[in-house]
């Protein structure tokens, strides 16, 4: 379920799908969420975002909702993953690869942005097409440190492999995808693109028949394996499309920031994702963005108390964790239950 | 509350409103406010120097403000120093930048400290024209595309002091032969290690050197392999007080008795804390000599602000800050571009803490924004750092 | 350089090293196979023995051998109030556990930053000596840290086999509604055994802050070591941490030494990975259904 569905359903109007079948919520408990879904608020926010710029705001908003674009891509690409039923702790390195990619494409192989952002989509994805059928059999807290691992050894390989990653001195001067882009405005307009597009298309995924197969998997693997769902190799198209969302994400914050080092695509990233993840709501695509939201505005209001920060995104990972295992997105319906335990 | 405190409570904080009002509405003019940045890593590893960063600014600018703000073109300015966290990252770092270039609209930005930091903030930076004193190795930062045209480095880097101190080093021990070297493979150590190196083999050492990740702890396995090279002198260069403590400790403690030193770094007393006893004899380079009288009332400045130890990077900050607000003083004005052209202009100003202003850095980076300035090798002897040599270094020709 | 001598030195160092990668694990593995919780916060309690240690030890100089174990004593008492309010939301969920418990070490370590800033102190040794048998050389306080976790690993075996509350221990780790049945009380256990793990953490963090460095960030590396440690042996398992930390000290040692740094990492956690692939119950662990 994702707030964009309608405005996918609007764009391509002559699909198939009977309108009302497509905005049933999912399986899952929350029908409280059906008001961030309703198509109403879907098209207030996308429009709104569309018109930010011309409110008047200072390059730093602009900066700032690139940022939150970015991160949102990001997040809504585990998300994939975390629907599956598995929590990866490595997921920042595809993004690493990704951004090295891209700026490595762009810079020694003078090729176009639009086809240096189509090998940042392949590179990682390739690799996880590598690794993804040997670590999807592993079960919840393996998997999480086995790609945990695998992020720390993708961030060693930037680090020494000097002469095509900059080693930890990282690569400088990463063009921005064109001239004209180089300016915050169309950048902007070029990150919000790419975050409505991959939204949009992640929450078709999961309105169709593999996003039911992916919730099958995700609450009994033995009985979807049973009942004929292709249980491992949906597993790793899943995890191969994630991972390659998450490389897009990564080229795009490379160009953005024009300097990438392995110390922006650390386990802290992966586990940034994750907490996005968890408190935002792992059963629904709207938590990843509301988890966004949360993580990337809250640092904002709380500069010159980052201690505090920390602390207190801690305590709400241990109250989420605890008490509301579907994250910011299911609080309306336990507000409305008066406190009932959450959806799993 | 009872209803009496209750009502005082009421009076109290209306007052307080009533007050502020007025303070706001007050005339315009009366002091403007000067607003100067700092980005620093404030959280997680290096917070350290962070904090050492923005303090040294810090304490440079409420110099300025007791002794009556900062007079330029017939105006007082009130000197405020707004700091944003990097977390020692890149896109921290320009998150950080926007927001002080564009929305806080300084013009002069401490910091970041640390290659990832700076190389993420300049492209903000520099195109705004906003001056900016950074503290890293990576040679981008004054050699790029933008000609390093509005970034200063104001701390000697490996380059000004690696082969002055080597010099000295041969002198003091004709007989050594072989110098072993363990550093960090990050952003400092990529660097730092091969211009060693090099300032090494230059006067007649063979080197051997050895990388370990960030986070490690343990080095008695590298210092073992060190040590079956046969090493005379082991270099630290690089490495931050902590690790170089512990590798002092455990150097000794596996059995090595030659020489330790550490070209690279800056203060002495954390060092000197980790290793314990066992850090006598170690030289070091430092930058301040804490009982020249110049130096004096920054130290005792500092502890009355702050606590704990005082992180190398204080006294470099207090010292470029208090070279930028001169050098305003001596444009007359706070357009960047004419205390920039002040700034390289300053070669007679005796800076409080580092002495002769000096820049260098024609011939690697194409412009002079990197200081240079006189430097020591302190000995540590009975727990404190004893100076044993005060060297400056001459511009390279 | 494949000499007995320095072959020697790395052994002893191999065997230094995983003393304190034992008792690091030691409570790691505990938490695990009792209340099947995957102790995020692990590092955490460590790093607030150091800080203990730091005080009562390093600042009020009581004597080594009250301090260590008072140190100890302190973080886990203190501790209980989160068993009470954080830990017992999380007994045999392990996936939330490990989220959650997550947050408690952000939560804490940040705590800790807020309270003692970020710089780096030391503690200082139990004893500065250093033993010198022939070429080898090696600090005394290491023969303390491996004498302590021999000791605590001989204890452990003897609690959990031979006295009545080890016994309700392992029962309620195999089945805890059974052993609930039989009139187990499993919370006084769970508390009992939640005590128990973090005076071992907080002792080994005290170990830690004197053999390297104290900060409020050292727990980072010492939750890594009990992850590998308890991997390597097995999930839950006491002889499986005495592998696992002999085989992962010996390796440091031996790798570091004639292979560099890269080697080490690259191996171990080569190792690891494989072994999560193929034999994720480690060397000696217990095969989950």
Request: net charge positive; aromatic share 10%; proline share 5%.
């Amino acid at each position: 379920m994702s707030k964009l569905s309608t405005l996918q359903r609007g764009q391509l109007a002559a699909q198939a799908a009977p309108p009302g079948g497509a905005a049933r919520p999912a399986a899952v408990a929350g029908t409280a969420r059906r008001w961030l879904t309703h198509p109403a608020v879907a098209a207030v926010v996308a429009l709104a975002l569309v018109l930010l710029p011309f409110t008047g705001q200072d390059k730093f908003v602009l900066s700032v909702a690139v940022t939150t674009f970015i991160t949102a891509i990001a997040a809504a690409s585990l998300h994939l993953i975390v629907r599956t039923g598995h929590v990866s702790l490595g997921h920042a390195a595809f993004m690493g690869i990704g951004a090295y990619v891209s700026a490595l494409a762009t810079m020694r192989l003078n090729l176009p942005f639009p086809l240096a952002v189509c090998l940042a989509f392949l590179a990682p994805a390739a690799l996880a097409l590598l690794v993804g059928p040997v670590v999807l059999r592993l079960t919840g807290k393996y998997f999480v440190l086995v790609t945990f691992l695998f992020g720390e050894i993708v961030r060693t390989v930037f680090v020494n492999w000097t002469e095509v990653t900059g080693g930890s001195n990282g690569i400088f001067g990463v063009p921005a995808p064109s001239p004209y882009f180089a300016e915050p405005v169309p950048f902007y307009y070029l990150a919000l693109g790419f975050m409505l597009v991959i939204l949009a298309l992640i929450a078709r995924l999961f309105n169709s028949e593999i996003g039911r197969a992916i919730e099958a998997i995700r609450e009994s693997e033995p009985l979807a394996r049973c009942s004929g769902v292709p249980v491992l190799r949906l597993k790793v198209t899943i995890f191969v499309l994630a991972c390659g969302l998450a490389g897009i994400a990564g080229a795009l914050q490379g160009h953005f920031v024009r300097y990438i080092d392995p110390t922006s695509f650390a386990t802290d990233q992966s586990l940034t994702l994750v907490v996005i993840n968890v408190v935002g709501g792992m059963f629904t695509l709207v938590g990843p963005i509301l988890g966004t939201l949360f993580m990337v505005l809250l640092p904002e209001f709380l500069r010159g108390y980052v201690e505090l920060q920390h602390v207190f995104f801690g305590v709400v990972l241990i109250l989420v964790m605890a008490f509301f295992s579907g994250g910011i997105a299911d609080m309306g319906q336990l507000l409305r239950r008066g406190g009932a335990k959450g959806a799993k | 509350m009872s209803s009496r405190a209750l009502s005082k409570f009421k009076l109290a904080t209306g007052m307080l409103c009533a007050a502020a009002a007025f303070a706001a509405a007050a005339p315009a003019g009366a002091q403007e406010t000067l607003k100067i940045g700092v980005i620093a890593s404030l959280s997680g590893g290096g917070t350290a120097w962070g904090q050492g960063l923005q303090r040294g600014v810090q304490i440079a600018a409420d110099h300025v403000n007791e002794e009556g703000g900062l007079k330029i073109g017939g105006k007082t300015y009130k000197l405020e120093v707004i700091a944003f966290d990097d977390q020692y990252n890149a896109a921290q770092a320009k998150t950080a930048a926007d927001r002080l270039v564009n929305r806080e609209q300084v013009k002069v930005i401490f910091g970041p400290v640390g290659s990832p930091g700076a190389l993420g903030s300049l492209p903000v930076t520099q195109p705004a024209k906003v001056l900016q004193f950074v503290d890293g190795y990576a040679p981008s930062i004054l050699k790029n595309e933008w000609k390093g045209a509005y970034v200063f480095r104001v701390n000697n880097s490996n380059l000004e002091f690696s082969e002055p101190i080597v010099e000295w080093l041969r002198k003091a021990n004709p007989q050594a032969k072989k110098v072993g070297m363990i550093a960090p493979n990050d952003a400092t150590g990529q660097v730092a290690v091969p211009l060693l190196a090099d300032a090494y083999k230059k006067n007649g050492f063979e080197v051997h050197t050895e990388y370990y990740e960030r986070g490690t702890k343990e080095f008695t396995p590298l210092l073992l392999r060190m040590m079956a090279q046969k090493i005379d002198v082991f270099e630290l260069n690089s490495n931050a007080p902590g690790e170089a403590g512990l590798l002092i400790k455990q150097a000794r403690q596996v059995g090595y008795k030659g020489v330790i030193i550490q070209s690279g770094g800056a203060g002495i007393d954390e060092l000197i804390q980790i290793a314990g006893p066992l850090a006598k004899g170690v030289l070091k380079y430092d930058v301040i000599d804490e009982s020249l009288p110049r130096v004096k009332p920054f130290i005792t400045l500092y502890h009355q602000k702050y606590t704990g130890l005082v992180n190398g990077l204080a006294p470099m900050y207090y010292n470029a800050a208090s070279i930028v607000f001169e050098a305003m003083r001596r444009a007359d004005s706070i357009d960047t571009t004419r205390v920039r052209d002040q700034l390289e202009r300053m070669d007679d100003y005796d800076s409080p803490i580092l002495g002769k202003v000096a820049w260098t850095g024609e011939k690697e980076y194409g412009v002079k924004h990197q200081l240079l300035h006189t430097f020591l090798i302190k000995e540590v002897q009975d727990g404190k750092g004893v100076v044993k040599a005060s060297i400056t270094p001459q511009p390279q020709q | 350089m494949f000499n007995s001598a320095v072959l020697t030195q790395v052994a002893v160092d191999g065997i230094g090293l995983s003393a304190i990668y034992i008792l690091i694990a030691l409570g790691f593995t505990l938490l695990f196979g009792i209340m099947r919780v995957v102790n995020f916060a692990h590092g955490a309690f460590a790093m607030l023995g150091g800080y203990a240690l730091f005080y009562l030890y390093g600042d009020w100089g009581l004597p080594y051998l009250v301090a260590a174990p008072l140190a100890a004593l302190v973080v886990a008492a203190a501790a209980l109030v989160l068993e009470r309010f954080v830990y017992r939301f999380f007994y045999q969920k392990m996936f939330q556990s490990m989220i959650g418990l997550l947050g408690l070490d952000m939560a804490i370590m940040y705590l800790a930053v807020i309270a003692w800033n970020a710089e780096e102190r030391s503690v200082p040794p139990g004893t500065e000596a250093l033993v010198e048998v022939g070429d080898l050389v090696f600090p005394a306080q290491k023969l303390i840290i491996a004498a302590i976790a021999a000791v605590a690993l001989l204890a452990f075996y003897l609690f959990t086999h031979y006295t009545r509350y080890g016994r309700a221990m392992r029962a309620a780790a195999q089945d805890v509604e059974i052993a609930q049945a039989q009139g187990v009380n499993s919370s006084a256990i769970y508390q009992l055994a939640f005590f128990i793990a973090v005076f071992m953490a907080a002792l080994a963090g005290g170990f830690y802050a004197q053999t390297y460095a104290l900060s409020p960030f050292v727990g980072e590396p010492q939750l890594m070591i009990a992850f590998v440690v308890v991997i390597l042996g097995g999930m839950g398992s006491i002889p499986g941490v005495a592998l696992g930390g002999l085989l992962l000290g010996l390796a440091n040692s031996f790798l570091g030494t004639f292979y560099g740094s890269a080697a080490s990492t690259f191996v171990t956690f080569g190792a690891v990975i494989l072994l999560l692939i193929f034999r994720p119950w480690g060397l000696l662990g217990a095969k989950e259904a």
